[in-house]
């Protein structure tokens, strides 16, 4: 396969656009931008000529830091053993100030976040109030399903940092002062946040070469790489600083016929050993037919038993003996018995009297 094609940038190009780029933000003044128009951000938007296979987090450091000194920082850190939450702060504090560190506003413990940052509320009070997220690289991966989804549409999910370095100074501010650039495998475009409104257009430029000197470097794909790079901020246009020659075309053609024939190739390797295995099971048990030949064995026709009618209701009744009725003491006689009685009342009446 085709080694990554280079970016070349005309630098006075990309000077002209930063500086047209800032000519519009210093006209652009509405009510709610009059105080933030210094640290407004300026973004790349970077354009591939293929959508890449796996998603990508490629970190990018800056020869000039892209935030102002005024961005609040919030730490995330892990619970200490044997330590409350307050003496949790206290000991990250005294030891952020050992190393030098002195742009961390605020430090949250783990345990603080679970209970006091619970609400809804809470969390979108908590991403308003800080600019940038740092996270103790060992607690990173319990803090999405705290912070909630936020915090990740916002772009501002904490960057992972060890505590346990020692040069966590210049760590912390690499980490600060540096970008992320997210490729996905969804789509051809992604953008990195690499400069500010308040820079000069030197510092601008450099950190623009920089930023895409590293990301040609660091994708995983193979053979023409940037198809289009725009500079814009949130507020204005995208302004074009590099576009790649149609020339490509017949370089990306290649890799395609290529990929396509190595796919072909698999196919067809898969399909020779799904049809021989197919063939030995066929074999299997053809072999195990000719071997086990099944006995004919008659078949006994089976006798019909005949049907039991079954009795009807009025049989049932006739059939079924009468309870035998216990004689009480004091109950009346019954109807048989009153009937004896008259019946010998008159035959004694028919019976003369003899005189």
Known sequence: MADKTPVVLDRAQVKKAVQALQAFLKTKSTSDALFLEDAQPISLLFTLWMVPREAQSI???LP?????????????????????SDQTQRFYKKLLEEKGVKN???????????TEYKPY?????????????????????????HLGKHFYERKKEPLSVNLQSKHL??????VIQGTYLKVTNKGCCCMARIAHAGMTADEVTENIEAAVQTVVAKLRTKGPVMKLIHIKSQTSV?????????NQLSELEKIKELARKKRGGKDKKKAEKNEAENTKQTDATSEGKEEEIPQ???MATPIKKPKLEKPSKEKQLEK????AVAKKEGKAPNKKTKTAGKTDSKVKRKVPKVK
């Open 64 to 84: 000039h830091g892209q935030r102002p000194d005024t961005d609040e920082v919030c730490l995330f850190t892990r619970d200490e053993p044997k330590m409350t």
């Open 320 to 323: 079924a003996p009468k309870p």
């Open 238 to 246: 995208a302004l074009p600083i590099f576009t790649s020659d149609l």
């Open 169 to 174: 100074a210049r760590d912390i501010q690499r």
């Open 296 to 298: 004919l064995v008659p």
């Open 104 to 114: 961390i506003t605020e430090i949250i413990p783990y345990s603080v976040l679970r």
């Open 121 to 145: 509320e809470a969390k979108r009070r908590l991403l308003g109030n800080f600019d940038v997220f740092l996270s103790d690289d060992r607690i990173r991966r319990r803090l999405p399903s």
């Open 59 to 61: 970190r990018i450091p």
